[in-house]
């Protein structure tokens, strides 16, 4: 199964959270702007981390935001968020989190499925500092071999 698209509106570089929830915030923002998700679609990923714990913060200085599929989700989508000082979700081994990843996909018998392909980037050790350090868009979108959505969709 492919990844989700990546456009260029849903990756944000270098942004300040004063906490987790403000992080998950931006991600949700990101995957808003990008036309995936409603704007409510973060309370949503909040809503997950605060039930279910930092379940989210997948490896050191990650944490992959999502949440089921609803009617927040309009299309299946990702976002890139990293973060200028790292925040702490409580994790007791990957805590802090300088990158943070949002999940938006439309149908639950591919959510799973989707968690598990965006998992495969990060098998590769040098995938999660070479997002904390990027500098531009294309870096990102090259780290995740997403070149088919070098542009804006429309």
Excluded: C
Aim: hydrophobic share 50%; proline share 8%; glycine share 8%.
């Amino acid at each position: 199964m492919p990844l989700p698209p990546l456009p260029e509106s849903a990756i944000v570089l270098g942004a300040h959270a004063d906490d987790w929830r403000a992080a998950v915030r931006l991600a949700g923002s990101a995957l808003a702007a990008s036309g995936a998700a409603k704007p409510a679609y973060a309370d949503e990923m909040i809503r997950m981390i605060e039930e279910h714990g930092p379940y989210v913060v997948i490896a050191p200085g990650l944490a992959l935001a999502h949440a089921r599929p609803g009617p927040a989700v309009l299309a299946d989508g990702l976002a890139v968020v990293t973060l200028a000082e790292p925040v702490s979700f409580g994790h007791p081994h990957n805590d802090p989190v300088s990158v943070v990843i949002g999940l938006a996909i439309e149908r639950s018998d591919v959510h799973l499925a989707s968690v598990a392909e965006l998992a495969n980037v990060f098998n590769d050790s040098s995938a999660i500092p070479a997002l904390r350090d990027a500098k531009s868009i294309d870096e990102v979108i090259a780290i995740f071999g997403n070149t088919r959505n070098l542009g804006e969709q429309q």
